[in-house]
């Protein structure tokens, strides 16, 4: 229950953090779609009202009069605006730039900025234009000003010398619909990114929750094995102690007497080292360490010489041991590593069949596969332990495990063989009792 609040404080912090990426990506995008689509819905107006000015000789100018940053190139002027200062009169270059836009008006201002005359297709305009914003410092390039609800897009020239009383000309086109058009982009587009980052931030948490969901589950893992191993480690150990504290206390005793203690402790000793045997093997495998040395095998050669080693101690506990071996079932494999699996495999099937039981042990090729099964008619397990059979320290009867020596790695460990090798293992109960554990290899064809 605490790993799963502290997951969950851990996921709204790590939301949070991918929410403000988001928001921060989403927040640039959006300025620089906003910058584009405002630089480029006036583009078309700019660069006719830049075109227009009066030279020093009363002409009107090019823009070889512009600033290079406000400057349109030749390609992109309208046809009739692309009349040089050399052949055209002032007059002329107003009514060519009229035809291309027949909103613009020129207003002509005195030094003090009074409007001294209009130009435009109309002989007389309102009077509200002579009120609009003038500024003698804001020469040769475009901008925005707004009078009586309505927006205009201006450029400012100084004539030099004054023509007729006009020190200068200010050029002005209606973009009422440009605007009206970039307000509701505006609109749009703060509507669209207001929802991507509510969708974000959704998707932020479930994706805080998608990324931790490993490692939480690898902590628990790695909690329950240490808690699992400190338990395997400290029982063997407390035995020894005890042990090896009561032969103190009596010095001067022989050895024969004190045989069954010393028996005792060799055999947590022994018990204690195979149990750290596993763990490193568990390690390493966990460690992507373990890496095999892959060569060809013939599973049923390994299979009849595993059992030929087993066949004394199968003997001796009055059991008895088949093998059934298809000839050439090649796999590729690591032979240490599949006879540590033989070995796992037969170890686990003597220990939970009682006496006179029988353990067999088969290798059969099944179209591309190579299949080991090893079947014993012991103990068995209950279907809610079934699942859980290959995991850590899981033992079905743990005082019975304990009897026999077991610390309930040994099938984790040939889990972790067969992932090594590319392939499958399971468990299943048999009809009347007993396991079968299957491990299914990829087969290699014979030549």
């Known amino acids: 229950m605490r790993e799963s609040a502290r997951m969950k404080r851990v996921s709204i ?38 075109m ?13 009069d512009v600033p290079a940053e406000n400057q349109a190139t030749q390609e992109d002027m309208p046809a009739a605006q692309a009349t040089t200062a050399a052949d055209a009169s002032p007059n002329q270059m107003v009514e060519e730039s009229l035809e ?3 909103q613009i008006v020129l207003l002509a201002r005195a030094s003090d900025g009074t409007v001294v005359d209009t130009f435009g297709i ?15 410092n804001l020469l ?15 450029a400012t020239y100084r004539t030099d010398p004054s023509v007729d009383g006009a020190e200068y000309l200010q050029t002005i086109v209606n973009v ?56 395997e480690l400290r029982t063997p150990l407390t035995v020894i ?8 206390e009596e010095p001067n005793a022989r050895i024969i007497d004190k045989f069954e203690d010393i028996s005792i402790t060799i055999e947590e000793a022994g018990r204690l080292s195979r149990l750290t045997k596993d763990l490193l093997a568990l390690t390493t495998a966990d460690a992507e360490d373990d890496r095999i040395d892959p060569k060809e095998v013939d599973l049923g050669n390994l299979a009849n010489s595993m059992a030929a080693a087993y066949e004394d101690l199968v003997v001796a506990e009055g059991k008895t041991l088949a093998v059934s071996a298809a000839d050439r079932a090649l796999v590729q494999g690591d032979p240490d590593k599949l006879r540590q699996l033989l070995a796992i495999l037969l170890d686990n099937a003597l220990k939970y069949t009682e006496e006179y039981g029988t353990i067999s042990m088969f ?48 099938l984790s460990i040939a889990k972790s063989i067969m992932d090594a090798h590319g392939g499958t293992i399971r468990m299943d109960r048999n009809a009347s009792c007993g396991v079968t554990v299957t491990a299914t290899f990829k087969r290699i064809t014979a030549k």
């Open 363 to 410: 290798v059969e090729i099944r179209g591309s596969s190579t299949i080991l099964r090893v079947s014993d008619n012991g103990v068995g397990v209950s279907e809610q332990d079934l699942g859980r059979v290959f995991d850590r320290f899981y033992r079905a009867d743990k005082a019975r495990s304990r009897e026999t020596g077991g610390n309930g790695l040994g």
């Open 176 to 231: 009422d619909s440009e605007v009206a058009i970039l307000d509701q982009f505006t609109v749009t587009l703060i509507t669209g990114l207001t929802v991507a980052l509510l969708i974000s931030a959704g998707a932020s948490y479930l994706l805080s929750r998608k990324t931790l969901r490993p490692i939480a589950e690898a902590w628990e893992k790695q909690t329950e094995f240490v808690q699992n191993a400190s338990h």
């Open 100 to 102: 291309e836009n027949p």
């Open 122 to 136: 109309y002989s007389t305009y309102p009077d509200f234009f002579q009120k609009l914003p003038f500024d003698p």
């Open 140 to 154: 040769d390039t475009a901008y925005l000003i707004e009078q009586n609800g309505h927006h205009y897009r201006a």
């Open 241 to 248: 102690r005890t042990t090896q504290e009561l032969l103190l």
């Open 13 to 50: 912090r790590y939301a949070a953090l991918f929410f403000v990426v988001f928001g921060l990506i989403f927040a640039a995008l959006g300025a620089f779609v906003y910058q584009t689509v405002n630089s480029n819905i006036f583009r078309v107006v700019d660069q006719q009202i830049l």
């Open 52 to 64: 227009i000015g009066i030279d020093e000789e009363g002409t009107s100018v090019t823009d070889a």
